[in-house]
């Protein structure tokens, strides 16, 4: 019975796949034929023509400028934009003050308290430790930066992220016109939401918090929606026959029923902002990322790890609570313990350890108590480039492999890339967004391809192109392998879950240390990074994907006497295609993120010119190249998804 | 969290119920002057040597004036900008920008000068002096293109590379390679921190290199380095950044204030429009943070301990 | 949230029927309200409609009355159209075409607020999966109703201690439906809907979703409640069985229509259909079917002897009665006799030969 369901799936699929693949190829070769003499008449030369370029410099330099002349008079600055920055800096300021006066006892208390009422003992040990640790790494205050700025970030997330989400879940009409801005949102690397708040905030903190807000915001709204939308049909028809009100019905069903969405959409809004307040240090967040940020100019990779450790720990503290609250909530045990008298034990235990601190002297994380990690550290990554940097005998040294993957890989990749006519390359997105989409997602990847050309960009897109199919590949091969032996077997899953946790929430900047230590600068650590913060997801969904093949088919290939490699060829591989794709998908939009922060490591390419931006002034470049990078991760993002939309519809 | 929400909800009550105009190119950081403390903020350019003056600096603002002293990282264009809107209180050491000085200076009066630094720069293109001495030739950029085979990379394709640094910096170098039609190709390294690391490692074999660098530094004590001849800079030869065919001038490097600060700044307004030190000086604080691996704090501490005689006129009475 | 809307005053005499439904019409699909329009778009059968129309009529034309104090069951096999029914009676579902009126009031032509109060002290329901709120205790699922209606704290929850052991469910009232088996859950489904003591209770396949032997016991439930209460009942299920055992009147439904509406004893004993017959074929008969059904005239020498059964005894019943004494039985009604039957007569209900007298 379950072979006949193994074999038809195995044959039938290349066949369903071919008919309609060969009748698009067909046509695009047809739209070709007639195309390509045109195009080559009239440029003969490969690269895209100059008289497709749209020269945005001037406008946008001049709407800059505009921006600086006027910020001081303007009404829309003085009377709107003006006061959404006073908030900002009012408030993170305000946030900023209460834990300086909570002092670190006050501080540590506090959250420890917090971590227990909500997650556990376990959890709150963790969380204490985690901040006496950042405290201990010399980096309180800067920390206490970061929290005091991710605080307001997260709660203007979660406020307009829920209200966005609450308004696509009760209209289908915003629903329809919200989820794709917010699915496209989610594709794009955290780097391009930084020009635009700059061009109107300057630089700065309330720049930042609005680049987080922005950047965290989405994941919430898109959650509350599906929260909303997914709640148990029948449960909301008994509350209608109950006579409920739409008022009743919202605040008594909907919402309760969505909360481990609504929940989870908190847990995700907190990461992203953490990702994205870490980022914002290059357009002056300060705190810690800042401390990074400073560090990798100097390629001080001490100085670097001592205000990244912080940031893991923060990540992986913030993630578990929240998660933990998450599962608590959404256990339906009916365990629900006194509140208030919780709350005053918290607030009191606050201010008794503020105080005892305060009366002691110690308000301030006490100078003798921090350990200076830096110099042994850089005293160990000066032993490496040292001894493993360069002329290790038969392997070779770390900077000669980053030498050879880019002579060998990245360079060839760009030269290929950039040999191909323009035309060509716009006829390969086609061909691979339609084939595995619809001809509406192969148009949307080609204008958004062709769009990078236009701005005049052609031949960096190409680059950060090229650094990103080179990264994606070597992502792909090491994903797949490790996956496929996770899902093989127990133990490899076993010990690779709590590696793969931790590695998933850390923010993407942190990666950029460790391969500036062993690459040093240029496209390789770029790439290396882009790797290293990829793999997890993408090991994680191949391994799950291949767990989750019907059981029945491979119990019916096994008693067929099929061995272990014809199972994962015959019947795994293909019943989780989709779970393959969508790990290349999330390989690919990942891998572009953190190439784009590569240009603070010498990437080059698109993100150079986004880093030159910023530091320069000069905006318009800032801007045109951060378009591009959208252009880019739309263009990558449709290439490679495959189901989203007819899941998005029975959703 | 409760906390955060009230106060949150508090702040943006008042914001719009006090309803007035808000001027953002008036506000400060939130992070400071925190609890009382009385804060100065310090702009850390990317460069050792800017690096060097704002480590001093915040030594003796914290141990012989009693000031906390924040410092951001920030490119120094954007820094105009912060300065101007008091989120950072000083820039100890500018390379020149006449349009920000024009209009942060002059128009709008929100940043003021505060004197020289009393260090001298100069940028220009520099090649390792074993190689000036196997090819004297070399130091004149006429017979650049003969050599540009020597500077051959992977990255630079088949013209010459001209090495740069941190995007950030003030550069006409694209510029000068097209107007003085050199075969060549500048490949930026991303930061100082990795130019550095490039140079040393050709420098260790002996490799050929020609680079964008600039005086003072105290690389050169480790690498010794000859400065390749431009066309001379006059006045004015570099106004259209599109057709500058010329070398670099020699800067005096200038301190700026914010305007508020160098008003109502008190003591550390003051020290800060004082401070004035030596190329010497700085390259030797440069070089224990830079070469030895100190931290700025270890190593402005042991300039301080050995220079009293210097920095003791600094000090507002 | 106080709707203490008075309903106006009706002309409720004893039989103005609970529900009384007239030609209701529930399209789904394009451009509804032209298909009961259009006499040839309304005789199409289901298939053809659907190809040209692009719509499906889940309920065609349907008239029936619910008495007061009656289990009404609606019956058939799934996408017959009942549970679309049942939710037009409140416009959950808003019909299509044709008259709902409760207590004599026009269900059709009420506004929000009227409907509200109608869904609120008027009519609740029972649905197949509970449709329980899982974050809520099942206290406070069974006060959640009333919590609706603006009941303050303290008096729903009374109310809904005293609904939970109504349905014998004490001791578990601080549990989440989450913890509950399945039986447990629909008797809170039961207990939330009688909190709010309405006049009519609905059910939609109820005990679907449960294993046979709790099916049974909550069968029994319900027949308890309505003993002990009265209360009007419209019962929805795809189970003969059931149908037959709770229901005081069957409509049968199929394809949208009702194809018989019947006493469980006309609908086993007359089917008016193949359809109907090849659905109740496998019934014992002897189960349903009461002595009238084999009754003749009693004989002069019948009159006095004989065991007595009542005339609404089934048939089985009759038997055991007559094989103890082996004798024909007399069927009494108050002291009079309104006739005797025999084992000849029983044996042919019991076989289906016997003459369709009842229908």
């Known amino acids: 019975m379950a072979t006949i369901t193994v074999f038809p799936s195995r044959l039938q699929l290349p066949g369903a796949l071919r008919r309609p693949a060969v009748a698009k190829l067909a046509v695009l070769a047809v739209a070709a034929a007639v195309l390509v003499p045109l195009l080559n008449s009239r440029w003969t030369n490969g690269t895209w023509p100059h008289e497709l370029t749209v020269s945005l410099t001037r406008p946008l330099t001049a709407a800059s400028d505009w921006v600086i002349d006027n910020r001081d008079s303007n009404p829309l600055f003085l009377y709107f934009l003006g006061h959404v920055s006073n908030a900002v800096v009012l408030s993170v300021r305000a946030v900023y003050l209460t834990l300086l006066a909570a002092g670190w006892a006050g501080v540590t208390a506090a959250t420890a308290l917090v971590a227990w009422r909500v997650a556990g003992a376990r959890l709150a040990l963790g969380t204490a430790a985690a901040l006496l640790a950042c405290g201990l790494l010399g980096m309180w205050v800067p920390t206490m930066q970061t929290l005091a700025l991710m605080a307001v970030a997260v709660l203007a997330s979660v406020s307009v992220g829920f209200l966005l989400g609450l308004a696509a879940g009760l209209s289908d009409r915003l629903d329809r016109v919200l989820r794709p801005v917010l699915d496209t949102m989610q594709i794009l690397p955290a780097f391009a939401y930084l020009l635009p708040v700059v061009l109107v905030f300057g630089i700065g903190v309330p720049a930042a918090v609005l680049a987080t807000v922005v950047y965290a915001a989405p994941p919430m709204a898109r959650l509350t929606a599906l929260g909303l939308r997914g709640a148990d049909r029948e449960v909301l028809e008994a509350v209608d026959s109950l006579g409920a009100t739409a008022r009743q019905r919202l605040l008594t069903a909907r919402l309760p029923l969505a909360r481990k969405d609504l929940l989870l959409g908190v847990n995700q809004t907190i990461m992203m902002a953490l990702s994205m307040a870490v980022i914002a240090s290059v357009i002056g967040a300060g705190g810690l990322g800042d401390r990074v940020y400073q560090a990798l100019a100097s390629v001080d990779v001490g100085a670097a790890l001592a205000a990244g450790i912080p940031i893991v720990l923060l990540a992986v503290v913030l993630d578990r609570v929240t998660c933990a609250a998450g599962e608590r909530l959404g256990a339906d045990d009916g365990r629900r313990t006194a509140g208030w008298a919780y709350v005053a034990l918290a607030a009191a235990a606050t201010v008794a350890a503020a105080l005892a601190a305060r009366l002691a002297g110690r308000l301030d994380w006490p100078d003798a108590w921090t350990v200076n990690i830096a110099g042994p550290v850089n005293h160990a990554v000066d032993w490496m480039t040292a001894h493993l940097y360069s002329g290790v005998p038969y392997v070779g040294g770390t900077a000669d492999w980053a030498g050879r993957f880019t002579s060998w890989v990245l360079d060839p990749v760009r030269s290929a890339l950039l040999w191909l006519p323009w035309w060509s390359v716009l006829l390969i997105v086609a061909a691979l967004a339609w084939l595995i989409g619809t001809w509406r997602t192969a148009l949307t990847a080609v204008l958004a391809m062709a769009a990078t050309g236009v701005l005049g960009l052609w031949k960096p897109s190409l680059d950060t192109l090229s650094q990103v199919l080179a990264a994606v590949a070597v992502t792909l091969v090491a994903g797949f392998a490790v996956g496929i032996a996770a899902a093989r077997s127990a133990r490899v899953d076993r010990l690779l879950r709590p590696v793969l946790d931790v590695f998933q929430t850390m923010p993407q900047f942190v990666y950029l240390i460790p391969v500036v230590a062993l690459f040093g600068v240029g496209r390789a650590p770029a790439v290396a990074a882009a790797i290293v913060y990829a793999l997890p997801a993408v090991i994680r969904i191949t391994a799950q994907g291949l767990r989750q093949v019907d059981a029945a088919a491979l119990e019916a290939a096994r008693s067929l006497g099929a061995t272990g490699g014809q199972q994962l060829r015959q019947v795994q591989l293909p019943l989780a295609r989709e779970a393959l794709l969508l790990a290349v998908n999330q390989g690919v939009v990942l891998v572009l993120a953190v190439v784009i922060i590569g240009g603070l490591v010498g990437g080059g390419a698109l993100g150079y010119d986004v880093v030159f931006g910023l530091a320069q002034g000069d905006l318009a470049t800032g801007l045109v190249a951060g378009v591009a990078i959208v252009c880019l991760g739309l263009m990558l993002d449709r290439v490679t998804q495959p189901t989203r939309r007819r899941a998005g519809k029975g959703a | ?317 | 949230m106080t709707e203490t809307l008075q309903p106006p005053a009706r002309q409720t005499t004893a039989d103005t029927p609970v529900f009384a439904v007239q030609g209701l019409w529930k399209v789904f699909g394009p451009r509804p309200e032209r298909i009961p329009a259009d006499p040839e778009l309304a005789a199409l059968p289901p298939a053809e409609l659907r190809e040209r129309t692009g719509c499906t009529a889940a309920v065609r034309d349907v008239s029936f009355d619910v008495r007061k104090g009656e289990v009404f069951v609606v019956m058939g096999l799934s996408g017959s159209g009942k549970s679309t029914l049942v939710r037009c009676l409140t416009r959950l579902v808003e019909p299509t075409a044709g008259a709902i009126a409760i207590d004599g009031e026009d269900v059709r032509a009420m506004d929000r607020a009227r409907l509200r109060a109608l869904r609120r002290h008027r009519a609740a329901m029972v649905f197949q999966h509970f449709g329980l709120l899982p974050h809520r205790t099942v206290l406070d699922n069974v006060a959640y109703g009333l919590e609706i209606q603006g009941v303050g704290k303290a008096r729903r929850r009374e109310k809904a201690a005293e609904m939970v052991a109504k349905v014998g469910l004490e001791g578990m009232e601080h549990r989440r439906p989450g913890q509950l088996s399945g039986g447990q859950r629909q008797r809170v489904g039961l207990a939330r809907a009688l909190a709010v003591d309405p006049e009519v209770l609905l059910f939609d396949e109820p005990f679907s979703a449960l294993d046979p032997l709790i099916r049974r016991d909550m069968q029994e439930e319900v027949i308890r409640l309505h003993r002990e209460e009265g209360r009007t009942m419209v019962f929805i299920t795809h189970d003969l069985q059931e149908a037959l055992k709770l229901g005081d009147r069957i409509a049968l439904m199929r394809d949208g229509r009702i194809v018989q509406l019947g006493t469980p004893e006309e609908i086993v004993g007359s089917p008016a259909d193949d359809y109907v017959r090849a659905f109740v074929r496998d019934v014992p008969r002897e189960q349903v079917l009461t002595v009238r059904t084999a009754m003749r005239p009693a004989a002069a020498d019948e009159a006095g002897t004989g065991p007595a059964v009542r005339p609404d005894a089934t048939v089985a019943e009759a038997i055991e009665a007559v094989a103890r004494a082996g004798a024909p039985a007399r069927v009494m009604d108050q002291g009079r006799c309104l006739g005797v039957v025999d084992s000849d007569a029983l044996l042919e209900v019991v076989a289906g030969t016997a003459p369709r007298e009842a229908a």
């Open chain 2, 1 to 317: 969290m409760r906390r955060t929400t009230l106060t949150a909800a508090v702040a943006v009550l008042a914001l719009t119920t006090g309803c007035g105009a808000a001027d953002m190119t008036r506000q400060a950081s939130p992070f400071a002057n925190a609890r009382g403390a009385r804060t100065v903020t310090l702009a850390v350019p990317s460069w050792v040597g800017a690096q060097a003056n704002v480590a001093v600096a915040q030594y003796l603002l914290e141990h012989e004036l009693d000031y906390r002293v924040d410092t951001i990282q920030i490119d120094e264009v954007p820094a105009w900008d912060a300065l101007s809107q008091g989120r950072i209180d000083a820039l100890l050491e500018d390379w020149g920008h006449p349009e920000q000085e024009q209009l942060y200076v002059r128009e709008k009066k929100t940043v003021a000068r505060a004197g020289g630094l009393g260090v001298t720069g100069h940028i220009g293109w520099f090649v390792p002096t074993y190689l000036a001495r196997q090819h004297p030739d070399i130091t004149d950029w006429k017979n650049l293109n003969k050599y540009a085979s020597l500077f051959r990379t992977a990255e630079s394709g088949g013209k010459g590379q001209l090495m740069d640094g941190s995007p950030s910096y003030i550069t006409n170098d694209k510029a000068l390679v097209k107007n003085l039609k050199l075969d060549y190709q500048v490949v930026f390294a991303g930061s100082e921190a990795a130019q550095i690391t490039q140079i040393r490692q050709s420098a260790k074999k002996k490799k050929p290199f020609l680079t964008y660098w600039y005086e003072p530094q105290w690389l050169f004590k480790k690498v010794p380095m000859t400065e390749v001849k431009l066309p001379p800079y006059k006045k004015g030869c570099d106004a259209d950044a599109a057709k500058v065919a010329c070398a670099y001038p020699h800067t005096p490097l200038q301190k700026y204030l914010n305007a508020d600060f160098a008003r109502n700044g008190g003591r550390a307004a003051r020290f800060l429009k004082n401070f004035r030190w030596t190329t010497e000086d700085q390259n030797e604080v440069a070089l224990l943070i830079a070469d030895r691996k100190l931290t700025p704090e270890q190593a402005a501490k042991k300039w301080v301990d050995s220079h009293p005689s210097v920095w003791k006129k600094w000090l507002p009475r």
